[in-house]
Nanobody, 120 residues
Framework: QVQLVESGGGLVQAGGSLRLSCAAS????????IGWFRQAPGNERDFVAA????????RYANSVKGRFTISRDNAKNMVYLQMNSLKPEDTAVYYC?????????????WGQGTQVTVSS
């Protein structure tokens, strides 16, 4: 069992930055690919970014490419999402997820989410 806890959300003006953190409960965390997803009210949960278990491979949704950066520190059981040049359309609840598949066709664990609100 891996528990994921997100933090770092908040209210920011358009053009600003936030860094989200995802803390995992145990060392087995390093065996999983980690992804960030987001869900705005009335919308489905959408993929944002993912990083492979070793950190050597990343991928991003087109809507965030060039603005968001995902990274991980397996020694600290942490994954980060640096979000720059934020836009109002980035407003959503952001979830951390763990999967044994980099494509995230299935998700083994979800966090509880952290709210990000970008004002115009």
């Amino acid at each position: 069992q891996v528990q994921l806890v997100e933090s770092g959300g908040g209210l920011v003006q358009a053009g600003g930055s936030l860094r989200l953190s995802c803390a995992a409960s145990r060392r087995a965390f390093s065996n999983y690919n980690i992804g960030w997803f987001r869900q705005a009210p009335g919308n489905e949960r959408d993929f944002v970014a993912a990083i492979s278990w070793g950190g050597g491979s990343t991928r991003y949704a087109n809507s965030v490419k060039g603005r968001f950066t995902i990274s991980r520190d397996n020694a600290k059981n942490m994954v980060y999402l640096q979000m720059n040049s934020l836009k109002p359309e980035d407003t959503a609840v952001y979830y951390c997820a763990a999967s044994d598949r980099l494509g995230f066709s299935t998700v083994d664990y979800w966090g509880q989410g952290t709210q990000v609100t970008v004002s115009s």
